[in-house]
């Protein structure tokens, strides 16, 4: 997507006074250099905000949250075991900061600690061994199967970092540059930020799949259940719940970070019962690999959506 289209954003709301929210949110992001999709949706009375909501955007590693559902399925309905021992060796896993990516020996750990470890610091090394038990292919198709047909699942994790170093070799600034440069002209060098070939989800589509996992709507019950205490243990609090700490509220999330991208995709719960979805997808022109104003943004969205949302 071009930025010229990326700075008028289409506006969705249930009323005058969301679509209002909407814009303030739209404007914060563009003042600071942000472009990208934003949807929050009541999970109970379906009413909602944001903007470029059919937009489909990579997912960087909130793709790990459909992966998981459909693994989760699998353990639920007997086909696969979540005690099953899984070797991963460091010296042909996948790149990544934290997690098995960051061992320097080879570990075993069951595949349902797996989910855990993909879901809970975002383990690159624990989806890819998950992907070598449930292939690409299989993933993209049960979610077609069940009526998610604007997340796309094409290819593992370790192939963003590959076609990255294909690019760029191991230039991070470069790679960077390309990305936020092809962002501008529609033209990808990193395949993987391609939307034709990423793995990719619409703030639309993904709001329905979390929409449909708290409401038990998807999947095997057991799935769902263990999908939404997984993603309540998530590390990263820095995005969604950056505004939202109150024993109160619970926030149960996933995020996404690639080069110029930062995602993150969760539900948030009060005790009052007013449930919220949310989904931002962001890209910048930022030249660095922590952005916190950025982050305190999807924060500050989340909660002016969370607090509209709630009457």
């Known amino acids: 997507m071009s930025r010229a289209r990326a700075n008028r954003p289409s506006c969705v709301a249930s009323d005058l006074a969301l679509l209002d929210v909407s814009e303030a949110i739209a404007a914060d992001w563009a003042a600071l250099g942000v472009h990208g999709s934003f949807l929050a949706r009541s999970i109970d009375t379906g009413e909602q905000l944001g903007f470029d909501v059919h937009d489909a955007i990579p997912l960087a590693s909130v793709v790990k949250v459909p992966l998981a559902l459909v693994v989760l399925h699998h ?23 934290t997690g098995l990516a960051a061992f320097r020996h080879p570990a075993t750990v069951a595949v349902g ?15 890819d061994a998950l992907f070598d038990l449930v292939p690409v292919e299989e993933v993209d198709v049960q979610l077609r199967t069940w009526g998610c047909t604007d997340v796309r699942v094409r290819h593992r994790l370790d192939h963003m970092y590959r ?5 760029a070799g191991n ?6 540059e390309l ?12 395949e993987t ?8 989800g619409t703030a639309d589509a993904l709001v329905d799949l979390l929409q449909r996992v708290w409401r038990d709507d998807i999947a095997h019950p057991a799935a769902t259940a263990e999908l939404r205490r997984l993603m309540g243990l998530q590390v990263f609090t820095h995005r969604l719940a950056g505004e939202l700490r109150a024993d109160t509220l619970r926030v149960s999330g996933k995020t996404g970070t690639f080069l110029h991208l930062r995602h993150e995709i969760g539900v948030v ?13 962001t890209r910048s022109d930022r030249r660095a690999n922590l952005a916190p104003d950025i982050d305190l943004a999807i924060g500050t969205a989340a909660r002016l959506a969370f607090e509209a949302l709630r009457r």
């Open 193 to 200: 930020l391609d939307p034709a070939h990423a793995n990719t």
């Open 171 to 176: 230039d991070f600034s470069l790679a960077q």
């Open 269 to 281: 719960e009060a005790e009052s019962g007013h449930r919220v979805a949310i989904a931002a997808l």
């Open 75 to 97: 353990i639920a309905t007997g086909t696969l075991d979540a005690a099953r021992p899984v070797t991963v060796d460091p010296a042909t896993g996948s790149v990544g900061p």
């Open 179 to 190: 990305a936020i440069r092809d962002d501008h002209t529609g033209r990808h060098t990193i």
């Open 113 to 127: 600690d797996l989910v855990y470890l993909m879901l809970s610091v975002s383990d690159n090394a624990s989806g």
């Open 163 to 167: 076609c990255a170093a294909g690019a």
